[in-house]
């Protein structure tokens, strides 16, 4: 079957109405600052200042067809460095939705597809009972074989829980054993807790596929689950567009949602500065090196800087203050990592990989051993580009480190840890 | 959404608006002074500066090579000039403040000197500066020393031409040639400095592009290479490309988006955190309002509105590419509080004839009144609010482009602003005891 | 014949590089006939490059010339058909908004009918589905086929096609300074050449005087004493970018900012209409930009915050009658033969307007090829004018599409806001004609559509002249001369129109040109 064509937009029209009186195209000054600092400039022979002119040369065609819509990661950081605050994501976003279904990459619509077919909102697809059952079989074994955790509580719909807490798909489904030093720490910190068989999976990539009524269907079956468990606080976990694609979800659709969107890293660094959490760095004795990443979803584009320090506050005390290395640029001003925005999903790896050499070279110059990162796109892609450039560091969640450093990671917790560190 | 909407709120003893190299020296200069300061605003216009940081470089359109000298001269002749308003001292001082504060973190300058320095531009042309970064020093002094030099430019570096440069050069340096490369890992399409510094952060690169230059230097004593030494560490990239090389190695800047600029942003947005500052970078103040007990800023970023509560405001906001300033048909506004803007008195005065004439466009000067005090003055004459201060190109009766003097205006407004709040809140302080600290909530 | 020598021989030379000159020497050509066309600036330096690019369905003249509307449609037509490459079928409007006066509305249909120009009412819901910019107080509006030409385009194609039919050629920066007359004839015209700093004695069998609002003082030069011009200085206002998709007429007696018309990817918004005597320093002026925005916002209120990049001010040649206003004036042309001058192989031909140029120039190639005795019949009005590739240069949006097509990621773009790339530049270089061997910044300018984007050349100029250092075409401080006159050059343009985001522009610009590489102050360097 021929796939279906794609319709023109009228860009210049789309950006009248979208973006704000001021920091529309006709303010561009065709500076370059935007191509300079984005990753996917020279892709497809685009970039974000072609992209701005042609959308203004009325090339809508091209730019209605161009594949360098799925290498663009809608991270926001043209906007950051632009002295006119033009935003591209915008229209790109426009034109991943104006792609028929059968042209957009296949892999984002499937994942997609998943999240709408069951009331997890897994983008992986994976239903209620396995998720009950997973979690369930999971906190047996670990009440089992770790006897200072026989207690250990991994609620699932309890009603007027303080946080409604999230879960990427991909621990439950791929390494079960992942989700435990979360458990840990809420069990440490006496979090008042529940994961939901329903809406309680992370991912969202409707929003990546540029398809408005799915991003508004997950996140309404998200935002009705924590309403009808009455919790205060929905907590995004470990996951940088999960808390993104919520938040603009219930501005943009206009859910009514009773209660708070809220970071899991705030909550470590108010945990640790409450003394609930009494992590330090004396398990790095030897010195091993850490950066961050800034994922954009939750520091450029959502929180600011502000979840940034957090993030350093947390990381520092982890590792030990001579043992953390910023990467450059970073906060607001850090680069995406290339596996955000579904590219990951969208099965254009040469062109995902490029796009991460940045983000590569970022890690390289910092020495470190390890990237924490509290997201899993940010968390696959900088693991798939260290091996695909031949970098010698490993990725690990801030969850791993935290009971690393409090000496509660089980045995079978450690995957992302090299040998030095599986004890 | 529960909880959305509701303004973070900040208070602070000093407020900047403006991310320019005026807002960014108040910051520094306020943290040197233990002044509690939240910073905000637009960058604007910091991404396109050359990295040279010129007082005087230019007067009535011939070369100048003692500013200090001019700087005499153009109180007697220009007596509003914004320069004319201060201490040759304090400029002096403010310059060394602000060099020392950029050395110190990781980007070291040459110390304001008794003369100018001459420094190399893109097009082979030469140009008056009070302070350089290290990594471009060696390029003047090889200069006048006529020393064997290669400009090294690359494959797919658009509007950076070796050629160029010793075509223009050729009868100042004889000793200059030129030779083109392909940059390690970018042979295909077009590249950025931006792109080129940040890999050369990995030592990696540095070493094969060390051995590309290694394969083109010939007798060279010295490499001359756009801007493109690193953003975070120049001064250590420079020192291990001339130790891999053997030769001295030294950059010129580039046209926008170039290197220097972007340094100097993200080094700023990365210290000043660091020395407590509360800055907001990116974001355009909205509103600024003066209440009994001090000023409050209104501005939103990508999370929402946001209320800084300041006892003082440096209005260091910029001309019309950053924003502080709005050229309308009907006349050149001041855009946060319609402060009233000194300009000539038609639209048609505000550009001569001729693009490049020497003497500048009568639109350069336009720009609002000051009291001794820094205080931007009503259209009465009066003080605006004795709370505010206004530092910078924004400033009127200067032309900042012809005469070669934008960083310099800006440093030293910024100190002196930064001098009189200090005063200011000093004698709120005695007045009011036990006045609160900065505070974040 | 060689340019290299100080004396040329044509059959006829025709002065003026005006679409009207490039017209006459394709006529010809397609007739045989060898010319050579010369300007004392470049193609279309004079009104046939200063005005709107509109190719008249004449509507705009049923009420004040009705001759002139009917010569209009006919060419109209005509030129669709040959010369598509250089047209786009825009469309055109007329509307009337809350203030003008309803019965010349009411009667604009009728008159179009007697002029055979097809014209359909449409609602205002209709017009402003069409065109949304369209004032909400609109009440009155007319579809007429009116549509958009590129002057350039136009000329550059004619001068191609006589050079490939019969090697006609063509010489810019080549000024008549006098005539040799001897017996009733001129033997030659004694010319400076600008480009080489030399004196050019050029002969012919016929000269053609087609210096549009210089054809009076070109004639004079021949003490032929019958040309009669007024000279009306009209003010144009360019945008940053197109506003409409079709010509907007305001629907009343022809006045100041009453026609917007699209320009490829910008809009044109003018005119105002001035007396003025002196040919050769006209600028905008604050008060013509403010009368304009302030009509045309009228129509289309975005006029009134739209970003506008330039605005040019352009004399038109207007054939002096008695009694009647600028305005009123005939847009018709006249061919003068001077025979009762005295000179019988020399014609003027002037006054007119872009539309008409193909009839114009036949008109004066018939009593040219009369003279000399060449009875072969015009051909334009049936042979379509053949395209070339690098004049697409010059084409909006054709040139980025091209690129964008190629995908070279090697032949990189160096005019980002109109992305003009590498290999556009060596395109043109190939082509130019011989008498421009010297490869220049401005020769780009002048066949690219590098420059003409919001940044006004700012940072393209400079990339460009690095390219052309980097290629050897410059080899000393000339080229940066050379980028200083073109700044200047374009700032002409854009002096009377820097407010808003141009002022930040502007701002940026000096601060690179002058405050980083010295351009203000070059010669001290």
């Known amino acids: 079957m021929a796939a279906s064509a794609i319709a023109s937009i009228n860009f210049k029209a789309a950006a009248l109405e979208l973006l704000p009186e001021g920091a529309n195209f006709e303010a561009c000054l065709s500076c370059g600052l935007c191509s300079s600092g984005c990753p996917a400039s020279g892709m497809e022979n685009m970039d974000p200042r072609k992209f701005i002119r042609m959308a203004l040369l009325g090339m809508d065609e091209e730019l209605s067809t161009t594949p360098w819509i799925w290498c663009c990661t809608m991270c926001k950081r043209c906007q950051y460095v632009c002295p006119m605050s033009i935003d591209v994501s915008q229209l790109v976003f426009l034109a991943r939705g104006n792609w028929p279904e059968d042209r957009k990459p296949a892999g984002i619509v499937r994942s997609c597809q998943l999240a709408t077919s069951s009331d997890s909102t897994s983008a992986m697809g994976m239903p209620p009972a396995d998720f009950v059952a997973v979690v369930e079989e999971v906190l047996e074994e670990v009440r089992a074989t770790q006897p200072d955790f026989r207690h250990l509580q991994a609620p699932i719909d309890r009603r007027g829980a303080h946080f409604f807490v999230n879960q990427n798909s991909r621990e439950p489904m791929n390494e079960p054993e992942e989700m435990v030093p979360l458990w840990k720490i809420f069990d440490v910190v006496g979090a008042d807790w529940t994961y939901a068989s329903k809406g309680w999976a992370a991912e969202n990539f409707c929003m990546f596929s540029g398809n408005e009524d799915a991003w508004r269907e997950v996140v309404r079956k998200r935002v009705d689950a924590v309403n009808q468990l009455g919790c205060e606080v929905w907590l995004n976990t470990e996951c940088g567009h999960s808390y993104y694609s919520m938040w603009q979800g219930i501005e943009r659709f206009r859910l009514e949602a009773n209660f708070r969107l809220e970071s899991i890293v705030t909550w470590y660094a108010q945990w640790i500065r409450e003394g609930k959490l009494p992590v330090d760095a004396r398990w790095n004795s030897k010195g091993i090196k850490f950066t961050v990443q800034d994922p954009c979803m939750i520091v450029r584009k959502a929180y600011g800087d502000a979840i940034a320090e957090d993030m350093r506050f947390v990381v520092r005390t982890l590792v030990g203050e001579e043992n953390f290395v910023d990467m450059q640029p970073n906060r607001s001003a850090n680069y995406c990592c290339g596996g955000g925005g579904g590219f990951l999903q969208a099965g254009m790896t040469e062109h995902r990989r490029t796009y991460g050499k940045r983000k590569f070279d970022q890690i390289a110059a910092t020495g470190a051993a390890y990237v924490l990162t509290p997201c899993h796109n940010c968390h696959s892609q900088m693991h798939d580009i260290g091996r695909f450039y031949g970098g010698h560091y490993g990725v690990v969640h801030l969850w791993t480190l935290i009971c690393l450093s409090l000496g509660i990671l089980g045995k079978n917790e450690r995957i992302y840890l090299g040998p030095e560190l599986r004890g | ?441 | 014949m060689s340019s290299d020598a100080t004396t040329l021989e044509t059959e006829v030379l025709i002065i003026g590089g005006g679409v009207t000159g490039a017209g006459i020497m394709r006529d010809l050509a397609l007739r045989g006939i060898h010319s050579l066309l010369i300007d004392k600036r470049d193609l279309c330096a004079g009104a046939s490059g200063g005005n709107h690019g509109l190719l008249h369905s004449g509507a705009r003249y049923v009420s004040t010339d009705p001759d002139a509307a009917i010569e209009c449609r006919k060419e109209n037509a005509l030129l669709k058909r040959l010369v598509p490459q250089c047209i786009e079928t825009a469309d055109g409007l007329f509307v009337a908004v809350q203030g003008d006066d309803p019965e010349f509305a009411d009667r604009f249909p009728a008159l179009c009918q007697h002029a055979g120009i097809d014209c359909g009412e449409l609602t205002p819901a209709e017009a402003r589905r069409l065109e949304p910019v369209l004032s909400e107080k609109l009440f009155k509006a007319y579809r007429v086929p009116d549509a958009t030409i590129d002057p350039f385009h136009l000329a550059m194609l004619n001068v191609d096609h006589a050079r490939l039919l019969n090697g006609s050629h063509y010489r810019p920066h080549t000024e008549v300074l006098r005539f040799e007359v001897a017996a009733g004839e001129i033997r030659a015209a004694i010319c400076h050449d600008h480009l080489h700093q030399r004196r050019l004695t050029i002969r012919a069998r016929q000269f053609v005087n087609a210096g549009g609002a210089w054809a009076m003082n070109i004639a004079r030069l021949a003490a032929c004493a019958d040309v009669h011009l007024l000279y009306a200085k009209g003010t144009i206002l360019v945008s940053n970018d197109r506003l409409a998709q079709r010509v907007i007429n305001r629907l009343r007696p022809p006045g100041d900012g009453d026609i917007l018309v699209p320009g490829g990817t910008v809009s044109l918004l003018g005119t105002t209409s001035t007396r003025v005597e002196d040919l050769e320093q006209v600028a905008p002026t604050a008060e013509e930009i403010d009368r304009n925005i302030h009509e045309g916002a009228a129509m289309i209120p975005a006029l009134a915050g739209a970003r506008y990049i330039r605005a040019f001010s352009r004399v038109r040649p207007l054939l002096q009658t008695s009694g009647a206003t600028d305005r009123a004036a005939t847009r018709g042309f006249a061919l003068l033969d001077h025979a009762s001058q005295g000179v019988d192989n020399f014609c003027t031909i002037t006054g007119g307007k872009l539309t008409t140029f193909r009839l114009m120039a036949e008109r004066t190639a018939d009593l040219v090829a009369r003279r000399l005795g060449n009875d072969r019949a015009g051909l334009t009005a049936t042979v379509p004018l053949p395209d070339d590739e690098a004049s697409s240069w010059a084409d909006p949006v054709a040139a980025q599409k091209r690129w964008h097509h190629d995908r070279d990621p090697d032949d990189m773009i160096l005019c980002e806001c109109e992305m003009v790339p590498q290999s556009a530049i060596e395109q043109v270089f190939a082509n130019s004609p011989d008498i421009e061997k010297e490869r220049t910044i401005d020769l780009i300018a002048l066949r690219t559509r590098a420059g003409k984007g919001p940044c006004q050349g700012s940072f393209c100029g400079i990339r460009i002249g690095s390219y052309l250092y980097d290629r050897g075409y410059y080899r000393d401080a000339t080229g940066l001369a050379h980028l200083r006159d073109f700044l200047d050059e374009r700032f002409k343009g854009q002096r009377s129109v820097i407010w808003g985001p141009q002022a930040a522009q502007m701002e940026l610009a000096e601060a690179l040109h002058c405050g980083l590489l010295g351009l203000d102050t070059l010669e001290d360097e």
């Open chain 2, 1 to 441: 959404m529960r909880g959305s909407g509701t303004p973070r709120q900040f208070s602070t003893q000093l407020a900047v608006i403006g991310s320019g190299i005026a807002g960014f020296a108040a910051s520094i200069f306020a943290v040197n002074r233990q002044i509690a300061t939240a910073q905000v605003g637009n960058t604007g216009a910091l991404a396109y500066t050359t990295g040279y940081l010129d007082l005087i470089g230019k007067r009535g359109g011939a070369v100048v090579v003692d500013p200090w000298q001019a700087l005499a001269s153009l109180r007697e002749s220009e007596p509003k000039h914004p320069l004319s308003r201060l201490d040759a001292g304090d400029i002096r001082q403010a310059f060394t403040e602000f060099t020392d504060f950029l050395g110190a973190c990781g980007l070291a300058y040459s110390a304001p000197g008794t003369g100018n320095l001459t420094a190399l531009t893109p097009a082979g042309t030469l140009k008056q500066t009070l302070c350089m970064p290290a990594t471009m020093t060696a390029g003047p002094r090889a200069l006048a020393a006529d020393a064997p030099c290669v400009i090294v430019d690359f494959k797919g570096l658009k509007g950076f031409s070796g050629a160029e440069l010793v075509a223009n050069l050729r009868q100042r340096w004889p000793q200059l040639t030129t030779q083109r490369i392909v940059f390690p890992g970018m042979e295909r399409g077009e590249i950025y400095p931006e792109v080129m510094a940040r890999a050369l952060e990995v030592a990696a690169t540095r070493e094969q592009l060390a051995a590309a230059l290694r394969a083109v230097a010939g007798t060279a004593r010295l490499i001359g290479l756009p801007a493109i030494l690193g953003m975070h560490r120049p001064d250590q990239v420079r020192a291990e490309l001339e130790r891999l090389t053997g030769r001295e190695i030294f950059e010129i800047p580039t046209m926008p988006p170039s290197v220097p600029g972007i340094r100097l942003r993200e080094l700023m947005q990365q210290v000043l955190p660091q020395k407590g500052v509360t800055l907001i970078p990116q974001q355009r103040v909205t509103a600024l309002s003066f209440e009994g007990d001090g000023a409050t800023l209104a501005l939103c970023d990508a999370f929402g509105p946001i209320r800084v509560h300041a006892q003082a405001v440096i209005l260091a906001t910029g001309r019309f590419l950053s924003g502080g300033l709005e050229a309308h048909p009907a006349g050149i506004r001041e855009h946060l509080l319609d402060l009233p803007v000194t300009q000539p008195a038609d639209r048609a005065d505000w550009y001569r004839a001729r693009y490049t004439d020497p003497r500048g466009h009568p639109i350069n000067s336009a720009g609002i009144e000051i009291d001794d005090s820094f205080r931007p003055l009503t259209g009465e004459g009066r003080r605006y609010h004795e709370r505010l201060f206004a530092a910078g190109v924004i400033l009127a009766h200067q032309d900042w482009i012809r005469g070669r003097s934008g960083a310099g205006i800006a440093i030293a407004t910024a100190f002196k602003a930064v001098t009189e709040a200090e005063r200011f809140l000093a004698g709120r302080q005695a007045m009011v005891p036990g006045a609160p600290p900065l505070q974040c909530h």
